[in-house]
């Protein structure tokens, strides 16, 4: 019996397949698959896998729907009960998977866990997309175990005990799939970035938990579909986030976090003016102006995902381990504490 479906989303990454997936098929147990879910991929990514690894599952779909909607799309023709998903551009050298499948199995309220991420290009570094597990800071701000914004910190085995965190990267996290079903997946509007965690918060705030298992590793390139500093990811990034934080956080809250968000978004925006980064400037007013335009249907969003969770809760208390009581801004550009075990 297949127990683990590996889904990797490709779009056009022919050239991480090839250099990752043969590695991760030799590693793979005998009670996992690998499945490609191709975002309409333009290169030559579908014509390789059936002449190079015709065995391994493929699910064409009809155009490109992002992070979000590929998943989406393509897990929903899977039956397995657990979804691992990995990024196209993610090394594997030894079985990562059977300690993360031990450590969902452990507690019938863990929802997701994810492995320890470190650097594909310098792999004694924690990598940014995950690191060793996600938080986030009272206003709604992300942050990993060994990453602090854009400070990524080597990796020492500090953070080798496995917690319970708030999130878990999309880089590489093993769900139950009946979840993600019954949760709705990932928001298919986020396209890219920040849907993850999005979908943890849902989690969370039915009681479930989100755990890290750093004896599990895997080695992350990063920025594999868009490059950090890219404008487009800096404005599905802050457009996501505030998306997030309407959807998810308590209406009490809400009231001021959100002004206050935008008032912190204004001063990043000026801190791209300070560097000459005018599209990335450019880019925050967009996602602004996109949230404003979309309150009606972000507002529809609360109710529906308020319903799923008092139809899946197990817990009436939202679980708040992982949640930085603090501002992780005032701590890493005030305070100067770029490390995690300095918070």
């Known amino acids: 019996m297949i127990e683990v479906s590996v889904a990797i989303l490709n779009y056009n990454g022919l050239h991480f397949l090839k250099q990752f997936l043969p590695g991760l098929i030799r590693i793979l147990p005998a009670s996992s698959e690998v499945v490609i879910i191709d975002n309409a ?8 896998l059936k002449n190079e690894h015709s065995k391994v599952k493929l699910i064409p779909l009809d155009k490109n729907y992002g992070f979000a909607g590929g998943y989406n799309k393509g897990l929903e023709k899977l039956n397995t009960p657990y979804y691992l ?4 551009d993610v090394e594997v050298d030894v079985d990562f998977i059977s300690p993360l499948l031990d450590k969902i199995k452990s507690q019938t309220n863990i929802a997701a866990v994810q492995p320890k991420i470190l650097s594909q290009d310098q792999k004694d570094s924690f990598e940014y997309a995950g690191a060793a ?10 942050f990993c175990r060994g990453r602090i914004f854009d400070h990524c910190e080597k990796d020492f085995g500090q953070y080798d005990d496995a917690i319970e965190v708030f999130w878990a990267s999309g880089a590489a996290f093993l769900v139950k799939a009946d979840l993600f079903k019954k949760f709705g997946g990932f928001d298919a509007a986020y396209f890219a970035h920040m849907e993850e965690i999005d979908l943890c918060w849902r989690f969370k705030n039915a009681g479930y938990a989100i755990m890290v298992e750093p004896s599990s590793v895997v080695y992350h ?11 487009r990811k800096t404005y599905l990034n802050f457009r996501n986030a505030l998306h997030t934080i309407i959807k998810n956080q308590t209406s009490s809250k809400l009231l001021w976090i959100l002004p206050t968000r935008l008032i912190l978004d204004g001063l990043a925006g000026l801190r791209f003016l300070s560097r000459g980064a005018f599209s990335n400037l450019w880019s925050i007013i967009k996602a602004h102006w996109s949230t404003f335009f979309s309150i009606g249907s972000l507002i529809k969003s609360r109710k529906k995902i308020k319903a799923i969770r008092i139809e899946n809760q197990i817990s009436t208390e939202a679980n708040e381990a992982g949640v930085f009581k603090k501002s992780i801004i005032w701590q890493y550009f005030i305070k100067k504490k770029n490390n995690f075990n300095q918070l």
């Open 221 to 231: 390139v990063g920025g594999g579909t868009l490059d950090y500093q890219n404008p």
């Open 133 to 142: 597990g996600g938080m986030i800071d009272y206003m709604g701000y992300p």
């Open 85 to 88: 998903l990995l990024n196209s």
């Open 41 to 48: 991929s333009t290169d030559d990514s579908i014509s390789w």
